[in-house]
């Protein structure tokens, strides 16, 4: 049974696989069509097909599986025709995966009206660079969650040809940025054409003009993401810049990307024929896209309270980031500048439009928000944590006019990781073992978890070791990479070579850098720390992070970091990772014996890092801030107090005391306790209770699930 593509666009897809068919043998035809949807990418079995062709190549592609069908020798895709294991192994991931796209809808949301998804960055998978972090990959998270539930979803963003910047460290520990370009025709992408075959364009109205849109869509399984791009011909330079790189420092360059998000994806979804039941705003980037639906229902006729109010009965809005700098605001002038039309098409004025989006509407100089439209025109707001929620209540307080925290309208609904793609390949096939075939459909049931707790320790054991031997391979060779690209001296460079031990306690620490994530309270009492990588039971520590460009405080914290790398057994068991992504992720989270969180509370929305490490069998030591307030239950990690301080260095102090603590006196001596066998039971304990939280409470499929029946089902629905 073949990948049949549906929806807008999918004649589009199917000619796409064709022309990449025609390329190589016909027995491995099914590779070009699985190379057009990411459903291999969290399939059994899926990437080991790729890499079977042609390894080093899948490597050089960075795992695209389109350049990487385009670019191998023919004589290599020949062998690979004759490989008659392969090719059957092909097409059986094609018919699962084509069964699985096949079911019929659930939830009750209907193809015709489905979910819309805007948001400003998807972390679908490494070869689809336009993300930067934890909002991406939780946005991926959920498209691909949408698949395996079959709910029908659609999910709007913009085609970033630069993506996110690439990160290159110097020898001080300051962060340099450089960009990349992507060529769209060598990416899993189709540009979806029109009925006389010319691409599907969109006008989008920005600084007075009309930017000519064109939509590329990629598969998630049975989500279609489209993309918009205004990288055309006709559009001025300027203009065809504006969705070049994700998350640009310059404000009013933003503001065209949001118009463009916004405004351009409820015109995409109207000329692609959606019309959809619910549009999820996730963040306030795509904020205008409430302005841009009541400007239609007001050119049907409707006044504008009664058109603000049928846009308010279809949209929800998640809000992430309890950090003001994360709620962009911009100056009245800004906004009208950048969109001159919008209070005619509306038949207002501007400051009653502005009115929308000010902290107190009645001061005409109050900044714009995005993350106020926002709120105010959707139906339902939600945060991504029950403490993020109590946070998010006091910081929009005064938005709604509140007279205490408790009055404001905004719940929550906790974040959840993609099980099938941060668990790695070792641990899904012990589980599979034991407790049989479909299990993630079962991860929310009592009896899955009781099959769970039969598992050997020998084995369960065997697996952890085996990932963290694979990580400490991979950190070698990207270790000494970094310190040779770098220009470090040739000593600390032949450390890396011979860096960590496959049997030694490895902590992990791997985030978006910011002054909040403090990374910093690692080395802040420097001498107890070198204690804990050069004594008996030693530590080794994993750290990888970008800071945005703009962000020199947060860069000044790496450099701290390598002010030590002189100093005793930091070259051998510390390392930071240059240029962190979900491929780098991927393997610290499945082989990190110890993840760490240390956000300055409440600061920390939710957090997901520890959650992905937790399904290999990591273990969690975090501030109890985000998500694991919900999780931690005294036998699943370790916790350090969350009380917010006004008194920064003080708490600092506390937290790097608290962790420094808890290493010397419970996480490396249970680690290293073992018995006659040479397993630690007493660690394992922890392991267990840590993966069945994980799974259970903190997957991608609890949390769709949660929308479904908290949020995009109206309050008549429920």
Known sequence: MPITPRGPGSDDVRRATTLLAARIPAPLAPLARLAFNYAWSWARGGPELFASVDADRWSICRRNPVRLLQEVPLATLERA???????????AVEERIAAQL????????SPDRPVAFFCAEYGVHPSLPIYSGGLGVLAGDLLKAASDAHLPMVAIGLLY???????????????????????????????????????????????????????WRADVGSVPLYLLDPDRPENRRIDRWIAARLYVGDLDMRLAQYALLGRGGVRALRALGIEPSVLHLNEGHAGLATLELAASEVAAGRALPEALAAVRARTVFTTHTPVAAGNETYAPEAIVAAHPDFAAQLHTDWDSLLRLARDEPDRADCPIGMTQFALRLARSTNAVSRRHGETARAMWQATFRARTPDEVPIGSVTNG???????????????????????????????????????????????????????????????????????????????????????????????????????????????????LLGGPRPVQILLAGKAHPQDDEAKRIVQLLFRAKGRPHV??????????????????????????????????????????AALNGGVHMSVLDGWWPEAYDGTNGWAIDG????????????????????????????????????????????????LRTAARDFSARRMLGDYADRVYRSPSQR
């Open 81 to 91: 025709a004759f490989d008659s294991d392969l090719c059957r192994r092909a097409a």
């Open 571 to 612: 070259g051998e068991r510390i390392a930071y990772l240059h240029d962190y992504d979900m491929e780098l992720a991927l393997h610290l989270v499945a082989g990190c014996d110890l993840w760490l969180n240390m956000p300055r509370p409440p600061f920390e929305a939710s957090g997901t890092s520890g959650m992905k």
């Open 417 to 531: 990781v993609h099980v099938a793609t941060w668990m790695a390949a070792p641990m899904r096939e012990l589980l599979d073992r034991h407790l049989g075939e479909g299990w993630e459909a079962r991860c929310d049931e009592d009896a899955t978890w009781r099959a769970f707790d039969a598992i050997p320790d020998g084995e369960l054991w065997a697996v952890r070791s085996r990932l963290r031997a694979q990580l400490v391979e991979i950190v070698r060779d990207r270790a000494t990479t970094d310190r040779l690209a770098r220009g470090e001296p040739r000593d600390y460079v032949e450390l890396a070579t011979r860096a960590f031990d496959p049997d030694h306690l490895t902590l992990g620490f791997a985030r978006r850098l910011a002054t909040y994530k403090r990374m910093h309270l690692l080395t802040r009492d420097l001498g107890r720390a070198l204690q």
């Open 102 to 109: 096949a079911a019929p809808p659930h939830g009750g949301f």
């Open 161 to 215: 040809r630069d993506g996110y910047f690439r990160q290159r460290i110097d020898t001080s520990g300051w962060q340099h940025e450089y960009w990349v370009s992507a060529d769209p025709e060598r990416l899993p992408l189709t540009l979806v054409t029109a009925g006389d075959g010319q691409p599907l364009r969109v006008p989008v109205p920005v600084r007075g003009t009309e930017v000519q849109t064109q939509i």
């Open 643 to 690: 009380g917010a301080d006004a008194d920064g260095e003080a708490l600092d102090a506390r937290h790097s005391d608290a962790f420094l603590g808890l290493m010397e006196r419970e996480v490396t001596p249970l680690f290293y306790e073992r018995d006659a066998d040479g397993i630690p039971r007493g660690w394992l304990q922890r392991v267990r209770a840590s």
